[in-house]
């Protein structure tokens, strides 16, 4: 049987229910390690008594972590049914909440982000990508990425919107904010996080009864040697798992435009949550968008182009300040560039048809391209918080947008070479 007869095709409205429940379960999960810091990272600083380089690390232990789950995830995933192992890295994560909320000091926060690279990456990462995938059929790959990561994001603006007004709710006046009203506002931000996390659990399993019990009655086996050798033999997976990892140094590097609005414009706390929160609903736009003209012109060709606003867009940010750069301009130029970043992420899950993967062991192919391009999770955000701690106000922020304009090209030059090897091939 071939690779294309194996494709299962998506073609009826369950499978929509089905696709949105993964939507909100996709991005629930990583509410809190970084949807919570992305908004509200000058007021934890603030209220935990840490640093930026002390948050670096934090992720760094959550990478870590991560790198072992990717690689035993997605063996897992082709193995056992999605909706269970997803509905206990919900549970799992809605738990881990408490150690946030008694002003987590730095070894805790380090403890705290290695236990969530445990629940969100090795139970829930890799069956969230094979059941989209299984979802999509055959010629609606990049759609149905981008559908899941515009559904995640506009999730997540929603999310950010509201958590954003009932921080803003919460404190009596922003700038006269004592450090006990802040730390408790946070606590309460937390607190709702968790619950809506709990309920995203409780309704995964139901929505996902179709796709386990598809699953339960094939022979799901786990990978031979023989299999995971062939895999990691294709320079066109080690290559993709470097355009991944671009992309994510630069989706990471949207966690600092808050901190960024903060450190160089001298904005309040709750004018940096709100300039981080204009970028969150880029993301749906951006996503959805790029999937569908990826699927109409080329993943490749839309991904190259995007890595080149991605790079000009960071080039921007090192090249101006605040007396360049007006705060009208920062906004639009913050959305842009996040926007670059989101729709690529809409796409680079999109092609694995294009690297010729079965789908048999599309979540150990997952797994492999999780591992490369997601090692930023280990020194990305250690590299830029110790850069923005060493070099206070706008040098050091120059720094990073010049590093993330330099791994743009890196990934566009990565994404060349695969173009040119699968046509070779």
């Known amino acids: 049987m071939t690779h294309r007869e194996t494709q299962q095709p998506a073609n009826t409205n369950g499978n929509l229910w089905l696709l949105w429940s993964v939507i909100l379960a996709g991005e629930a999960v990583f509410l809190l390690p970084f949807v919570l810091p992305r908004l509200f990272r000058p007021t934890m600083i603030e209220c935990w008594g840490i640093s930026n380089l002390d948050f670096g690390l934090a992720f760094s232990c959550y990478g870590i972590v991560a790198m072992l789950a990717y690689g035993i995830g997605g063996p897992l995933s082709d193995r056992f049914p999605p909706r269970w192992l997803m509905c206990v890295a919900l549970v799992a994560t809605a738990s881990g909440g408490f150690a946030l909320l008694r002003n987590p000091s730095r070894s805790v926060l380090c403890c705290a982000y290695a236990y969530f690279g445990m629940t969100t990456i090795l139970l829930f990462w890799s069956g969230m990508l094979k059941v989209t995938h299984a979802l999509a059929g055959a010629r609606r790959q990049s759609t149905a990425f981008g559908l899941l990561d515009a559904g995640r994001g506009l999730f997540a603006a929603i999310v950010a919107t509201a958590l954003t007004f009932l921080f803003g709710e919460l404190l009596p006046s922003d700038q006269d904010a004592s450090p006990q009203q ?66 994510y140094c630069g989706y990471k590097s949207v966690d600092n435009y808050g901190i960024y609005a903060a450190d160089v414009y001298k904005t309040s706390d709750l004018a940096a949550s709100q300039l981080t929160t204009l970028t969150f609903w880029a993301r749906p736009v951006a996503a959805i968008g790029a999937g569908l003209v990826a699927d109409r012109f080329g993943h490749f060709g839309s991904m190259t182009v995007l890595f080149i606003l991605a790079a000009l867009g960071n080039a921007t940010f090192a090249l101006l300040g605040p007396n360049h750069l007006p705060w009208l301009g920062l906004m639009m130029a913050a959305v842009c560039t996040a926007a670059t970043f989101y729709g690529l992420r809409g796409i680079y899950f999109g ?75």
């Open 351 to 425: 092609v694995f048809d294009d690297l010729h993967i079965p789908p048999a062991f599309l979540g150990t192919a997952a797994g492999f391209v999780s591992l490369v391009g997601f090692l930023p999770d280990v020194f990305f955000g250690p590299i830029t918080g110790y850069l923005i701690d060493e070099h206070p106000g706008q040098e050091g922020y120059r720094y990073v947008f010049t590093l993330v304009s330099c791994v743009s090209l890196v990934g566009l030059a990565a994404c060349q070479l695969n173009v040119r090897y699968l046509t070779q091939r």
């Open 182 to 247: 802040l730390a408790t506002a946070l606590q309460m931000i937390i607190v709702v996080t968790m619950g809506l996390i709990a309920f995203t659990a409780l309704l995964l399993p139901i929505a996902l009864s179709q796709v386990g019990s598809q699953q339960v009655s094939k022979k799901n086996l786990l990978p031979t040697r023989s299999v995971l050798t062939q895999l990691l033999r294709r320079p066109s997976i080690w290559l993709h798992g470097l355009v991944v990892l671009c992309a």
